[in-house]
T-cell receptor, first 111, second 111 residues
Framework: DTGVSQNPRHKITKRGQNVTFRCDPISEHNRLYWYRQTLGQGPEFLTYFQNEAQLEKSRLLSDRFSAERPKGSFSTLEIQRTEQGDSAMYLC?????????FGPGTRLTVL | RKEVEQDPGPFNVPEGATVAFNCTYSNSASQSFFWYRQDCRKEPKLLMSVYSSGNEDGRFTAQLNRASQYISLLIRDSKLSDSATYLCVVPPGAGSYQLTFGKGTKLSVIP
């Protein structure tokens, strides 16, 4: 399968814990994006990388959130001191041009 | 006006019906537009791109009215498999790859 992959697919954690998600983009895609989606809403942009450079960050990305793409390939999204409001689907997408291809997402539940 | 606004529905239509979804956007600098389809608990997938006045692909027609900042998606001869949420997507303009999604319009095609 050469699509975007994300791990884990589901994560349940207790409030206050740190969590890290991984995204592996389509191999030839140099752009990688993170979005968050809650029930009844469309995906909301969080951040974007071109190769290893983080070029755009949404105001939604509080200081508890950090994303990296150290070698311009896979990316990680870390949430520190999770809060119940962080419960959502975290989607990763990659692109070579305008069309963005999404991964299956990581569903986070914060208890 | 909200950045991207869609009628949330749900639209419940019988098989074979024609259904149209509307979307308005606020950023007059946006040049290209997209309709994504999202099945329940799945990732969004690109359905159609709209760069000029419109685009047609089989049973699906997307139209753009730049003066009114309005995009529509028409589905003819609805199939059961068309049941999904349809997301209107607007990039902010040249130089940014951040996509702004509407909340989506839910379609249920009924036998």
């Amino acid at each position: 399968d050469t699509g975007v992959s994300q791990n884990p697919r589901h994560k349940i954690t207790k409030r206050g814990q740190n969590v890290t998600f991984r995204c592996d983009p389509i191999s030839e895609h140099n752009r990688l994006y993170w979005y968050r989606q809650t029930l009844g809403q469309g995906p909301e942009f969080l951040t974007y990388f071109q190769n290893e450079a983080q070029l755009e960050k949404s105001r939604l990305l509080s200081d508890r959130f950090s994303a990296e793409r150290p070698k311009g390939s896979f990316s990680t999204l870390e949430i520190q001191r999770t809060e119940q409001g962080d419960s959502a689907m975290y989607l990763c997408a990659s692109s070579q041009s305008v069309e963005q291809f999404f991964g299956p997402g990581t569903r986070l539940t914060v208890l | 006006r909200k950045e991207v606004e869609q009628d949330p529905g749900p639209f419940n239509v019988p098989e074979g019906a024609t259904v149209a979804f509307n979307c308005t956007y606020s950023n007059s600098a946006s040049q290209s537009f997209f309709w994504y389809r999202q099945d329940c608990r799945k990732e969004p997938k690109l359905l159609m791109s709209v760069y000029s006045s419109g685009n047609e692909d089989g049973r699906f027609t997307a139209q753009l009215n730049r003066a009114s900042q309005y995009i529509s998606l028409l589905i003819r001869d609805s199939k059961l498999s068309d049941s999904a949420t349809y997301l209107c997507v607007v990039p902010p303009g040249a130089g940014s790859y951040q996509l702004t999604f509407g909340k989506g319009t839910k379609l249920s095609v009924i036998p």
